[in-house]
């Protein structure tokens, strides 16, 4: 046995299993932790803080030779990213299944989790990189995309043109919030006490410019906006004293949010201290570090109620800055939604969610022809059209290439139908897996987040995910997992992921037919059994039955 080592996914037609769903399993577990996909490899990490792929490398190394041998009537079990036992099932049934980071309720939180851990007991698998359906940065970037067109859909009348938003942050997830304004063609600018941010931003094409003072910032925002023109401008300062002298000159700004580390007070700079001074003063005292980063929080965020109560378009982008501006005293701290409420949930009511795929060749010319067949088959979706298309300019692949879009009930499976007819037919070169995130629909419980203020109360019931996950298992998915804590930490969710393959087999379709239907077909019933109306509709228009609306 060997330790830490670069692992890439295996690429082309030759099998290294026993069956192409063994085989997805295997590549996109390599795909995970390929160098070019994972924050940190060698440790197994694959993204959100702590997030792994697999236990430890000795776990690693088993659960590969467990795929390798695996047969197509076998199912391995993975524990936390320990692979734990292999059980003869039947070829419906799905070829990996994964639980990862659950806990008892009581036991529930990150000293305890941390306690077993330490024992070798845990891993934490956030929500796709212990389930092995992780893509890189092109998920942030769609997501975003898809809020802030959401964001014109219900206030801007489909667009963001003529439309200046206000945000903090540019690290590894806001960063992606300048290109998704301009891509829905509107104007932002992004606020960073971090030059390196900045530059890298400019740098990857994410950001267009650097404006030297919040004068030229916003000069150069109106001057776009006036020729309803897309444009984001960085502009280093703190937002703490960026989003209030803004508010008190008047300027004239429709959207606002925020992406700095605001989750984590240390991560998040106080007014009190210049950026050169951060480390050492959190280090120092990080007990009076975080206490100060609260009270400069709640400079900002009685800055964006400001802009609200002048009109503005004000959410927290999940962040959970709200909570710490109530913590240091501002009251008014939840006088404006989060996104999923304000945004999202109309989308998740109908099914729809971070719909992803990979091609498992790892030849981008597969994943263009996937590209021409979602044009092809929902020719009336404008904004997913450009979504796809801009996508295929601009989204540099990291490892397996991949592609992500947000689909609904009734939308999902013809897309996997399609796929794996082109795979059938040698159009596309080797098959393809279709997963998605965990933020979906109908397979999350995470009252901080995808389920804060649900219409009926029902934000902490985690039946749903659990009954999900059984759906997928029952529907024919290759591989599904149950998680705890992704996202928001240890306490604060539990969810459900699924992956399955289309190997371009007669029987790869019926799977697929099953899966891409009951998948999103839960969050439609879930949406309807707390009563929101677009799930009701939709449910009726489908034929999605829900026994207590039947006489
Ligand atoms: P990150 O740590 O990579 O970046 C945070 C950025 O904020 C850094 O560039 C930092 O310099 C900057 N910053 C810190 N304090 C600042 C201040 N006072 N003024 C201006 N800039 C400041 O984090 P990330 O990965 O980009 O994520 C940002 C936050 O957004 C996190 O809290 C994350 O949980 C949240 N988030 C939530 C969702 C979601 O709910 N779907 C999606 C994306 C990000």
Same mark, same amino acid.
């Given at each position: 046995?060997?330790?830490?080592?670069?692992?890439?996914?295996?690429?082309?037609?030759?099998?290294?299993?026993?069956?192409?769903?063994?085989?997805?399993?295997?590549?996109?577990?390599?795909?995970?932790?390929?160098?070019?996909?994972?924050?940190?490899?060698?440790?197994?990490?694959?993204?959100?803080?702590?997030?792994?792929?697999?236990?430890?490398?000795?776990?690693?190394?088993?659960?590969?030779?467990?795929?390798?041998?695996?047969?197509?009537?076998?199912?391995?079990?993975?524990?936390?990213?320990?692979?734990?036992?292999?059980?003869?099932?039947?070829?419906?049934? %799905?070829?990996?299944?994964?639980?990862?980071?659950?806990?008892?309720?009581?036991?529930?939180?990150?000293?305890?989790?941390?306690?077993?851990?330490?024992?070798?007991?845990?891993?934490?698998?956030?929500?796709?990189?212990?389930?092995?359906?992780?893509?890189?940065?092109?998920?942030?970037?769609?997501?975003?995309?898809?809020?802030?067109?959401? !964001?014109?859909?219900?206030?801007?009348?489909?667009?963001?043109?003529?439309?200046?938003?206000?945000?903090?942050?540019?690290?590894?997830?806001?960063?992606?919030?300048?290109?998704?304004?301009?891509?829905?063609?509107?104007?932002?600018?992004?606020?960073?006490?971090? %030059?390196?941010?900045?530059?890298?931003?400019?740098?990857?094409?994410?950001?267009?410019?650097?404006?030297?003072?919040?004068?030229?910032?916003?000069?150069?925002?109106?001057?776009?906006?006036?020729?309803?023109?897309?444009?984001?401008?960085?502009?280093?300062?703190?937002?703490?004293?960026?989003?209030?002298?803004?508010?008190?000159?008047?300027?004239?700004?429709?959207?606002?949010?925020?992406?700095?580390?605001?989750?984590?007070?240390?991560?998040?700079?106080?007014?009190?201290?210049?950026?050169?001074?951060?480390?050492?003063?959190?280090?120092?005292?990080?007990?009076?570090?975080?206490?100060?980063?609260?009270?400069?929080?709640?400079?900002?965020?009685?800055?964006?109620?400001?802009?609200?109560?002048?009109?503005?378009?004000?959410?927290?982008?999940? *962040?959970?800055?709200?909570?710490?501006?109530?913590?240091?005293?501002?009251?008014?701290?939840?006088?404006?939604?989060?996104?999923?409420?304000?945004?999202?949930?109309?989308?998740?009511?109908?099914?729809?969610?971070?719909?992803?795929?990979?091609?498992?060749?790892?030849?981008?010319?597969?994943?263009?022809?996937?590209?021409?067949?979602?044009?092809?088959?929902?020719?009336?979706?404008?904004?997913?059209?450009?979504?796809?298309?801009?996508?295929?300019?601009? !989204?540099?692949?990291?490892?397996? %290439?991949?592609?992500?879009?947000?689909?609904?009930?009734?939308?999902?499976?013809?897309?996997?139908?399609?796929? *794996?007819?082109?795979?059938?037919?040698?159009?596309?070169?080797?098959?393809?897996?279709?997963?998605?995130?965990?933020?979906?629909?109908?397979?999350?419980?995470?009252?901080?987040?995808?389920?804060?203020?649900?219409?009926?109360?029902?934000?902490?019931?985690?039946?749903?995910?659990?009954?999900?996950?059984?759906?997928?298992?029952?529907?024919?998915?290759?591989? !599904?997992?149950?998680?705890?804590?992704?996202?928001?930490?240890?306490?604060?969710?539990?969810?459900?992921?699924?992956?399955?393959?289309?190997?371009?087999?007669?029987?790869?379709?019926?799977?697929?037919?099953?899966?891409?239907?009951?998948?999103?077909?839960?969050?439609?019933?879930?949406?309807?059994?707390?009563?929101?109306?677009?799930?009701?509709? !939709?449910?009726?228009?489908?034929?999605?039955?829900?026994?207590?609306?039947?006489?």
């Amino acid at each position: 046995m060997i330790g830490a080592r670069p692992v890439r996914a295996h690429r082309g037609t030759q099998l290294h299993t026993l069956g192409w769903p063994q085989e997805a399993a295997l590549r996109m577990l390599q795909n995970n932790l390929d160098p070019e996909v994972a924050e940190h490899p060698d440790d197994l990490v694959v993204y959100g803080g702590t997030g792994k792929a697999a236990r430890d490398w000795a776990s690693f190394d088993a659960i590969v030779r467990t795929l390798e041998t695996l047969r197509g009537d076998e199912t391995m079990l993975v524990q936390s990213g320990k692979p734990v036992g292999v059980l003869q099932t039947h070829e419906w049934a %799905p070829r990996v299944l994964i639980a990862n980071s659950n806990l008892v309720g009581d036991w529930a939180n990150w000293d305890e989790f941390r306690r077993l851990e330490q024992l070798g007991l845990t891993m934490y698998g956030q929500m796709t990189a212990g389930s092995w359906i992780y893509i890189g940065t092109q998920g942030i970037l769609q997501g975003t995309y898809e809020t802030f067109s959401a !964001v014109a859909a219900k206030r801007f009348s489909g667009s963001l043109a003529g439309t200046i938003t206000l945000t903090g942050g540019l690290g590894g997830m806001g960063g992606a919030q300048p290109l998704a304004v301009t891509m829905n063609d509107g104007v932002a600018i992004c606020v960073d006490v971090d %030059p390196s941010r900045i530059a890298r931003r400019l740098e990857h094409r994410y950001l267009d410019v650097e404006a030297r003072s919040l004068e030229e910032a916003l000069q150069l925002a109106y001057d776009a906006r006036d020729n309803r023109k897309s444009l984001s401008i960085g502009l280093l300062g703190n937002a703490a004293d960026v989003f209030p002298r803004m508010l008190a000159q008047g300027a004239e700004i429709d959207i606002v949010t925020d992406q700095t580390s605001a989750h984590d007070p240390l991560a998040y700079l106080p007014l009190e201290y210049s950026f050169d001074e951060w480390e050492a003063a959190r280090t120092k005292d990080p007990v009076g570090f975080a206490d100060a980063a609260r009270h400069s929080m709640a400079k900002q965020v009685e800055a964006m109620v400001g802009f609200q109560k002048a009109g503005a378009e004000v959410f927290d982008y999940g *962040n959970n800055i709200r909570t710490e501006a109530l913590a240091a005293g501002f009251a008014d701290a939840f006088a404006f939604p989060g996104f999923v409420p304000a945004y999202i949930r109309p989308l998740f009511s109908e099914g729809k969610g971070p719909f992803r795929w990979a091609a498992l060749s790892g030849d981008p010319a597969d994943i263009a022809a996937t590209d021409r067949a979602i044009l092809e088959l929902f020719p009336e979706n404008a904004s997913l059209a450009k979504w796809i298309r801009m996508a295929g300019e601009r !989204v540099h692949f990291q490892g397996l %290439p991949a592609r992500i879009c947000w689909l609904g009930y009734g939308e999902r499976d013809r897309a996997g139908l399609r796929f *794996n007819e082109l795979v059938a037919s040698g159009e596309i070169s080797a098959p393809i897996v279709i997963g998605r995130d965990h933020l979906d629909s109908g397979s999350v419980a995470s009252p901080y987040r995808e389920t804060e203020a649900m219409k009926d109360g029902s934000d902490a019931i985690a039946d749903w995910p659990l009954l999900n996950a059984l759906v997928n298992a029952s529907s024919g998915a290759t591989w !599904v997992s149950i998680h705890h804590g992704g996202g928001v930490g240890i306490g604060r969710s539990i969810h459900a992921g699924q992956v399955t393959v289309a190997d371009g087999t007669p029987l790869a379709a019926e799977k697929l037919a099953r899966v891409l239907s009951n998948d999103p077909g839960m969050g439609v019933i879930r949406h309807v059994d707390a009563g929101y109306d677009e799930a009701i509709e !939709v449910a009726e228009r489908l034929h999605v039955r829900v026994p207590m609306r039947e006489t």
